[in-house]
């Protein structure tokens, strides 16, 4: 539960591969969920333990970790790096949005 009174969900989207369309897990974003996870109390799902077990095995070497993984070699190829330099920041930013009406809201 959180202030507003419900559960939370952490969702790692993914992305689909361009050669076919169809979807492809990225490891950006099991970090990500996994880093959003790793900073909340409460009980978690099996899916959610595992995203932040990934986190925390790659929390110590992120960037390393996203410029080698699929997705950052294709920013990479795409002349993109400070992407991928963001990407492996973690507790950059303070801001919290919240879903409200169907549309992101400053938390």
Known sequence: ???????????????????????????????????????????RSPEAEGAVAVFEAFKQRMLETLVRCSSGRELGEKGHPRNIQMAAEVDASSGVPLMQDGAFMRA
């Open 1 to 43: 539960m959180n202030k507003h009174g419900g559960p939370i969900a952490v969702i790692a989207a993914g992305e689909r591969w361009r050669s076919d369309g169809s979807l492809r897990a990225c490891l950006e974003d099991t970090l990500g969920a996994g880093a959003i996870l790793a900073g909340l109390r409460g009980t």
